[in-house]
């Protein structure tokens, strides 16, 4: 499947950030993302200001849920409320979750399932830590990590699968170019194994991108947008990734 018929995304992950005073940033954001209309633009915002962000126009997901519906669950959310709170997608099994929460790929797969379960896209996180990498382990732990993470009911229309290392998130480090080819190429490989249209869900990138190097990420034909943490938050630096997610050839 060509690179054109898969949705090219740029997903902002504002973490644990993030005040009613930075929605001016999700309103800049948002006008830029209706000049760029081959890109499906989605800020990953702190629940906090999910009611606040209404009139913006743009599309708004959760960075985790609960696998319940609802219940004796102090503190959590479920994909049922951030469904009814106008959120299209929720992020699962983000690295630091499965680091600092212990989540497991059992866990992760039971919150996809309730995110499909409550009609929204599930953004699935994977991707090896620094150890792994360096003992040449990428490859195998991805293979586990997506056989254990997506839910039976997974397709190119319900999943988005972001594959961030996790040595790369916040640190300015970045695999080259050929090694994020080559892991999404394999990656897409494995979808199509496991997942009856896997071929053709996109698969972000996600660590340190920035607008310096957007574009040279995204002419890999493999890569269909970015997950994108730190440089997500000020329009100034996302917008820019935006437009070389636009301006990439399809
Ligand atoms: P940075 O873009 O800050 O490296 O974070 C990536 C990330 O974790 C997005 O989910």
Redesign the pocket.
């Known amino acids: 499947m060509s690179q054109r018929t898969r949705t090219k995304v740029a997903a902002g992950?504002w973490k644990m950030n993030g005040k009613v005073s930075d929605l001016k940033e999700v309103t800049k954001i948002a006008h830029a993302a209706r000049q760029r209309k081959t890109v499906f633009t989605l800020l990953c915002l702190p629940l906090t200001l999910f009611g606040r962000v209404g009139g913006a126009g743009l599309s708004v997901g959760a960075q985790d849920c609960h696998v319940s519906a609802s219940g004796a669950h102090t503190g959590e959310i479920s994909a049922e409320m951030i469904a009814d709170a106008s959120a299209t997608h929720v992020i699962v099994g983000?690295s630091e979750r499965r680091t600092d929460y212990l989540e497991s790929d059992c866990l992760v797969q039971q919150k996809a399932q309730a995110v499909l379960g409550a009609g929204l896209t599930a953004i699935i996180c994977v991707g090896e830590n620094r150890e792994q990498y360096e003992a040449g382990q990428a490859l195998a732990v991805l293979q586990a990590q997506i056989e254990g993470s997506l839910p039976e009911a997974a397709n190119s229309n319900n999943v988005i699968v972001a594959y961030?290392p996790v040595w790369?998130?916040?640190t300015g480090l970045l695999p080259t170019n050929e090694e994020i080819q080559s892991v999404h190429s394999e990656i897409r490989e494995m979808l199509g194994r496991q997942v009856v249209d896997g071929e053709g869900i996109s698969i972000l990138y996600?660590?340190?991108?920035k607008g310096s190097n957007a574009a040279e990420i995204f002419s890999l034909p493999d890569v269909d947008g970015a997950?994108?943490?730190?440089?997500s938050l000020k329009a100034n630096d996302f917008i820019p990734i935006i437009e070389a997610l636009d301006a990439a050839e399809a």
Not at 206 to 209: I, M
Not at 227 to 231: N, S, T
């Open positions: 992950n983000h961030e790369a998130i916040g996600g660590g340190s991108v997950l994108v943490g730190g440089a």
